[in-house]
């Protein structure tokens, strides 16, 4: 057998030897983008965290709430006292006494208690509570728009790597077309071995590239399914709209409503609002506090024939702190602190998102060129 011979046999195989097959059999589930934006929500453990954090500030400024409402307990209570001794007589009736007594007795009470004056630490304390409520809802927005810009992300890979297998297999068609002809010609002996080989070159190469496409593919769509809580491999749906030119954007509206409104900002303004209100609360450890009870208790036992005997008072207590040890003026001046780092926090954080809005920016330039060329 000659070399021209055995190459065609080599050449005339390849393509049945080496042609790929596809990793899965059975079609893959789709899904819309909304679809996959709303799932990711719900099963995202970021934002399920964010969540439960708002309602525990939503808890905490309902009991700063509850602190301006008086105090209110309800004690019913029960006695029975025994004794016991030896018999006497009564020198009036002469009648036997048992020296075994019982007295039974049963009562209730009502006390309330108010801080009518605390140097208005509860008013701080509140504008505390509901500054930390307004930073969780920006988390929670901020968890939100986090989810969707990964799962975003996730869903035009997935377009992305199927758009590129189409290709790699456009191109192993091609690749095989070319071999079949290279291998005719080497057959009829009008063409030359190095010509089939690299044909046989180009197709395996080819091989190899829609194996590896289809191998992406996969691996972006099964980070597509655990990102929208599938246990398996989630196909995203192309639509039309993916493909129409973006319009101009407002760069300036956009860079005022980020820097005033965009979740890290309004977290760390809800953060610096909260120290303060609590450096102000700190602060009035100084002034005194005026705290009112009032009390009711009603009592019978068997001596007064399980009549009702009614109890009331009224108590009011001032108290005032000239010393603590230091204990107040460590608290003031570590929540003087926390107010530094807040304002220091924000400051830094509406220069780096200043800074991270001129890079998108660019970024989106580049590609609306890089789009508008390989369109025209």
């Known amino acids: 057998m000659s070399i021209r011979h055995f190459t065609w046999l080599v050449v005339a195989a390849a393509p049945v030897a080496v042609r790929p097959v596809p990793l899965h059999a059975q079609a893959i589930p789709e899904i819309t983008l909304e679809e996959a934006l709303r799932r990711s929500r719900i099963v995202s453990p970021s934002v399920i965290g964010a969540q439960g954090s708002l309602r525990n500030a939503e808890l905490s400024t309902s009991a700063a709430i509850w602190q301006f409402i008086p105090s209110l307990s309800f004690?019913?209570?029960?006695?029975?006292?025994?004794?016991s001794g030896q018999s006497r007589i009564d020198p009036v009736t002469q009648e036997v006494i048992s020296g075994n007594q019982s007295n039974p007795s049963f009562g209730f009470g009502l006390n309330a208690s108010y801080t009518v004056f605390d140097g208005f630490a509860r008013n701080h304390a509140l504008s505390a509570q509901r500054a930390n409520e307004r930073a969780a809802a920006a988390g929670l927005t901020n968890a939100q728009a986090a989810s969707d810009y990964v799962t975003t992300s996730a869903y035009f890979a997935v377009l992305t790597r199927v758009h590129v297998v189409s290709v790699a297999e456009g191109n192993l068609e091609a690749a095989e077309s070319q071999l079949r002809l290279a291998s005719a010609k080497l057959h009829s002996g009008s063409g030359r071995v190095t010509d089939s080989l690299t044909a046989l070159g180009g197709y395996?190469?080819?091989?190899?590239?829609?194996?590896q496409a289809?191998?992406?593919?996969?691996?972006?769509q099964s980070a597509l399914g655990r990102l929208v809580g599938i246990s398996g491999r989630m196909n995203a749906i192309d639509d039309p709209a993916y493909h129409t030119t973006p319009v101009p954007l407002d760069t300036a509206a956009i860079r005022q409503q980020v820097l005033t409104t965009g979740p890290d900002i309004v977290t760390l303004t809800a953060n610096l609002a909260s120290a303060q209100q609590f450096y102000q609360g700190t602060k009035t450890g100084y002034l005194p506090t005026l705290d009112v009870t009032a009390f009711s208790n009603w009592t019978g036992n068997d001596a007064s024939n399980y009549s009702l005997v009614a109890r009331r008072g009224l108590n009011l207590q001032l108290s005032i702190s000239p010393w603590t040890?230091?204990?107040?003026?460590?608290?003031i001046e570590s929540a003087s602190i926390s107010v530094s780092n807040a304002e220091a926090a924000l400051a830094d954080a509406r220069n780096s998102l200043y800074a991270q809005i001129d890079q998108v920016f660019a970024s989106l330039a580049v590609a609306q060129t890089a789009i508008g060329v390989s369109q025209g």
Request: net charge positive.
């Open 204 to 211: 395996q190469q080819a091989t190899l590239a829609l194996l």
């Open 75 to 83: 004690q019913p209570q029960a006695n029975l006292a025994l004794s």
């Open 214 to 220: 289809r191998s992406d593919a996969a691996v972006s």
């Open 325 to 331: 040890n230091m204990a107040r003026e460590r608290s």
